[in-house]
Each structure stands twice: as structure tokens, then as C-alpha cells.
């Protein structure tokens, strides 16, 4: 990272000191013992407003895609650093110093002399041409270099998407659909066809969509938010499966949601709810599950609550935050770097979940 960064001062260094030296047109340029405080501080007026463009503006403005704002930004400036090299040359310019466009020779051949500055309009006219010429010179190049760091960030935080993406998937079917889960979902189905009940033709649907849900739709980058609901759903039906009515959880779903079709990424909100049942049911003491999904303008909303056990409490002393938790919190960071808040907490016997996504 260090030598990155060393590298990209590098860049800016040469980019700034080429450009300096060699793009200054030649009736720019004061003759030699000329006023070099003049050309010096005009670099310097240069330089400056090349380090705001690239440390202010296209942070601000470029890397968030406003692009009207930036080219208004770029204008001002120009208009404040010309404003700034008017009053260099107010003070410090001297004409009489400049390289003449006509030259005449001595009666023995030998080199031009220099018979003052000719030009046919006022010199400040081709100072200000010269000056603009240069500043959008030394910005277009700055900021088409910014523009392809900013490619290369991009690219590289797309391929570490896509590792964390593969991860979480992988992590998934290794804690939830595992041959243990399938099982006791098998288990279940079994003892409902023993006692020819009518949900074993229900049981072994679910099964199905859970099963197509991991293998086809959460390998997609996105999916609808009604995909997701109608995953979670299944999913909490199977695990129903596993209790009988006296010792079955109060589990309660909640969706306010306005477009079903906004998509968002697989299996994230699932990874707190299986969360939930791995940690917040019980087979001996009365247990809850509270999950809630609200959707408005700005942001969706999905928080999970649950009763929590002894077993949990010691669990949690012991170990650290679970796998399938902070592969969730690098997931978020790389999918909604900056648009997302995501926090946990735990109140007397209650944990608590609470995930934000803005639009």
C-alpha cells in the first residue's frame, strides 16, 4: 500500500514537472537574467490548484459520479487562479523581457538580437491563452490518471465482491444446507408420511424451493426483494417442521415492503435469520423469533429479535463474533460501502439485530 501510494506521488510529480518545463510556449518565456519570481510563482499558482483538484474535486464531485458539479468546480477555479495570475503579472510582468517574434540579424550573420516584444494585440490577450491552455493541460491529465486509479479501485473492489459473494455462499451451505440439516428436514418429512399427513406433500416442496433457491438464485448478483421474503419464508416453514405444538416457537414474520421488485443481494438478510433459529430457539423453555422488513423512499429496514438461552450466554463468553456474521459485515462493506449501518445487541434474555440499506 505504501509503495502505491509512493508510486502514484511519483506520477504526480512527473505529470506537474514535464508539464511546467515543456509546455510553456516560447513568447512565454523571459529571456535568460529575466524575472524568474514572476514564472516561479505562476507555477506555483499552477501547482496549487492542482493539488485541490486532485485531493478536493475528485474525491467530492468524480468518484461519486457528479459530474456537472465537477466540470462548474473546475471553471471556478480557473477563473480564481487566473484572477491570481493577472495579478503576478500586474506586479512582476515585464514585457520588454519576453522573446520578440521578429528578429534581426547583424550585418555579420550572426544571431537575432532581441528588438523588444511585437505583438499586434495586447501580450496580456496571449498571457491568459497560454495560462488557460496550461491549466487544462495539467488538470486533464491529473485527473485522467485519478480516472483510472479510480478504474483500477473499482476493479479490484468488484473481483473482492465476488470472492466475499462466493464465500458467503460457500459458508452458507456449510452451516445451514448441510447433511445434517437435510437430514432431520428429511427426518421430519419421513415421520409426516408415517402418520399420512397432509403436509408431507408441502414438506417436500419447501425442501425443493430451499434447495433451487441456493443452487440457481443466490448465484445471481442480484435478486428481487419478493425473491428473498418468499426464501425466508420457506425457510422458517422447514424449521417448523422440527417442533411439535407444545414446544413449537412463536415466530413472527413482518414485511412492509412497497416494491417487490427492488433487488438487493442474495442470501444477506437470510444470514441473520438462520442467526436467529441457531441461537434463539429452544426445545425445552418458551422461545421467539420477531423479524420485521420495512421498506420506504429512503431505505430498507430489517431487524431480528429473539429470546436467547444459558447455553447461548456461555456460548457467547467464549467464542467470538460467528463466521457467518462478519462474512455478512465484509459483504456490506463491499457491497454498500457508506450506505449501510448495521448493529447488534443484547438486552436481559433478548438479541437484537437491526440491518440498514439506503437506496
Not at 412497497?258 to 434463539?280: S, W, Y
Amino acid at each position: 500500500m505504501k509503495q502505491r501510494k509512493l508510486l502514484i506521488g511519483i506520477v504526480h510529480l512527473l505529470i506537474i514537472g514535464v508539464l511546467l518545463s515543456q509546455s510553456i510556449p516560447s513568447f512565454t518565456r523571459p529571456n535568460p537574467g529575466g524575472n524568474v519570481i514572476n514564472i516561479s510563482l505562476t507555477n506555483i499558482n499552477l501547482v496549487l490548484f492542482y493539488i485541490l483538484n486532485i485531493a478536493i474535486l475528485i474525491p467530492r464531485f468524480v468518484e461519486k459520479r457528479s459530474y456537472s458539479k465537477y466540470f462548474v468546480s473546475v471553471l471556478i477555479l480557473l477563473l480564481a487562479s487566473l484572477s491570481i495570475h493577472h495579478l503576478i503579472d500586474y506586479y512582476l510582468w515585464d514585457p520588454d523581457q519576453m522573446i520578440p517574434i521578429k528578429h534581426r540579424f547583424d550585418e555579420k550573420g550572426g544571431f537575432p538580437k532581441p528588438q523588444g516584444f511585437q505583438f499586434p494585440l495586447n501580450p496580456f490577450f496571449f498571457r491568459t491563452i497560454s495560462f488557460t491552455f496550461r491549466y487544462f493541460l495539467l488538470m486533464g491529465l491529473g485527473t485522467a490518471f485519478e480516472v483510472l486509479l479510480l478504474f483500477d479501485k473499482e476493479r479490484t473492489r468488484n473481483d473482492e465482491m465476488e470472492k466475499e459473494k462466493a464465500i458467503g455462499e460457500l459458508n452458507f451451505l456449510k452451516t445451514q444446507l448441510n447433511p445434517h440439516f437435510l437430514l432431520n428436514a428429511l427426518n421430519n418429512i419421513y415421520a409426516l408420511a408415517r402418520k399420512k399427513s397432509e403436509d408431507t406433500t408441502n414438506a417436500i416442496l419447501l425442501l425443493s424451493d430451499i434447495l433451487r433457491h441456493v443452487l440457481y438464485e443466490a448465484g445471481k448478483n442480484k435478486i428481487s426483494i419478493k425473491q428473498e421474503v418468499d426464501f425466508i419464508r420457506n425457510y422458517i416453514k422447514m424449521e417448523k417442521l422440527k417442533f411439535n405444538e407444545e414446544n413449537a416457537p412463536n415466530i413472527n414474520f413482518n414485511v412492509s415492503v412497497r416494491n417487490g421488485d427492488l433487488l438487493i443481494e442474495p442470501l444477506i438478510l437470510m444470514t441473520l435469520v438462520e442467526n436467529a433459529f441457531k441461537h434463539g430457539v429452544s426445545y425445552l423453555t418458551p422461545s421467539f423469533i420477531l423479524i420485521s422488513l420495512e421498506e420506504n423512499e429512503l431505505e430498507l429496514k430489517f431487524s431480528v429479535i429473539n429470546s436467547t438461552s444459558k447455553k447461548f450466554e456461555n456460548q457467547e463468553k467464549k467464542e467470538h463474533v460467528g463466521l457467518g456474521i462478519k462474512n455478512l459485515e465484509n459483504q456490506m462493506e463491499l457491497i454498500y460501502p457508506g450506505k449501510y449501518s448495521f448493529r447488534q445487541k443484547r438486552e436481559n434474555n433478548l438479541f437484537k439485530s437491526f440491518l440498514t440499506i439506503k437506496k
